[in-house]
């Protein structure tokens, strides 16, 4: 099994396709990148009165607030989160310095197929029979080997923003992690890979750099399609182009519309199972803008490498056995490098006893 988070993926190598394409060259839509809309959800912009909750870190009742939001949505935004102004601003200044570069430039950075870090496709392209609109930069651990080819002269800056996102993203990750667990009555003694301060020092996470260029289609073309994410929770900082849609089971798609200084939060597939199946993983979407360009940088917060997560006993009784097998989050992300989004049925033991159908389960999800 692998023990670093960059091993991930070494027996689950993606070949994906070899021509990266140069959006910015292109006044119509290739064939290759138009998709069928076959979705049987809907999407809600009738729905005015659904919105993603947006709740205030600084409240007393936050983690009440934050606990209803993932029963029944699985994703919010927050703010007062503590991530100074500056820093979003400069994490988003390096991120279009990136993909404004030269195609061949970006790859010199180009990531490997069984690797994790580097410039290039989604791996989940590899599961549609289309290409996606969009381009991205996956960063784990230091990106200083990278930087380097990207920048001979001016990396360390590059770095020192990167360092300094990643710091303060940790930090509101743990903050936001006790909101959650304490919503569900969960103390720091319940997880033992917390650390004695309950700081989740060991915890592990990358950092997504998505770059949504404007499309001459976007009727036809898809951002980023569907899928769930692998983590604990995703932390998202998105520009003011609006893209982002979450699955709301009996509404549809939603857009989560871009707020000044707001940061939205999903909760991953590893902490529905930590919840035992009582938090969903957000299904979500990115669709792309005609005349604007859309940018966003994900944070991905797992727990550390060797832990397996499994249902936290306290959730556990006669009428709740747990849903789930433990799971190492490397052996989690190449689950699903192997089965995307029917990774959690393959680690599920049971299906509710109450008979309800598991809410992640997203197998009769087509999107082509």
């Not at 076959?38 to 919105?51: A, F, G, K, R, V």
């Not at 499309?215 to 932390?235: K, V, Y």
């Not at 182009?241 to 000044?260: A, D, F, H, I, N």
């Not at 859309?294 to 397996?308: D, E, I």
Request: aromatic share 8%; glycine share 6%; charged share 20%.
């Amino acid at each position: 099994m692998p023990s670093r988070l960059s091993d991930a993926f070494k027996a689950h190598p993606v070949q994906l396709h070899p021509k990266h394409q140069d959006f910015n060259s292109l006044q119509e839509l290739p064939d290759s990148y138009k998709w069928t809309q076959l979705d049987e959800y809907p999407s809600c912009e009738s729905y005015s009165s659904e919105s993603v909750p947006l709740i205030d870190v600084t409240d007393p009742n936050a983690h009440t607030l934050i606990g209803h939001a993932c029963k029944t949505w699985g994703v919010f935004q927050v703010t007062n989160h503590g991530i100074p102004t500056k820093l979003l601003d400069d994490i988003e200044s390096v991120s279009r310095c990136l993909f404004s570069l030269p195609q061949q430039q970006k790859l010199k950075a180009a990531r490997s197929p069984d690797g994790v870090s580097g410039y290039g496709l989604a791996r989940i392209s590899s599961f549609f029979p289309k290409l996606m609109w969009s381009e991205g930069f996956t960063i784990v651990g230091s990106p200083l080997e990278h930087f380097r080819q990207l920048w001979p002269q001016e990396y360390s800056k590059f770095c020192d923003i990167i360092e300094e996102y990643e710091k303060e993203m940790k930090k509101l990750a743990g903050r936001l992690m006790w909101l959650i667990l304490g919503s569900l009555g969960i103390c720091n003694e319940d997880i033992k890979w917390a650390g004695p301060k309950g700081e989740f020092n060991e915890a592990s996470a990358a950092l997504q750099l998505n770059s949504y260029p404007a499309c001459p289609d976007p009727d036809q073309a898809m951002g980023l399609a569907a899928h769930t994410d692998s983590t604990l929770l995703t932390i998202l900082h998105q520009n003011n182009t609006s893209g982002l849609q979450v699955l709301r089971e009996g509404t549809g798609w939603v857009t989560v519309e871009p707020l000044q200084g707001a940061l939205v939060v999903n909760i991953g597939d590893l902490l529905h199972i930590l919840s035992n199946g009582l938090y969903p993983s957000v299904l979500h979407r990115a669709m792309v803008n005609r005349t604007r360009y859309r940018l966003s940088v994900a944070y991905l917060y797992g727990p550390p490498a060797s832990v397996q997560i499994s249902p936290l006993s306290k959730l556990l009784g006669p009428s709740h056995p747990p849903l789930y097998r433990p799971v190492t989050w490397n052996e989690y992300l190449g689950t699903k490098a192997k089965h995307f989004n029917q990774a959690l049925s393959s680690v599920r033991l049971c299906v509710p006893l109450n008979g309800l159908v598991d809410v992640n389960d997203h197998n009769r999800v087509q999107v082509g």
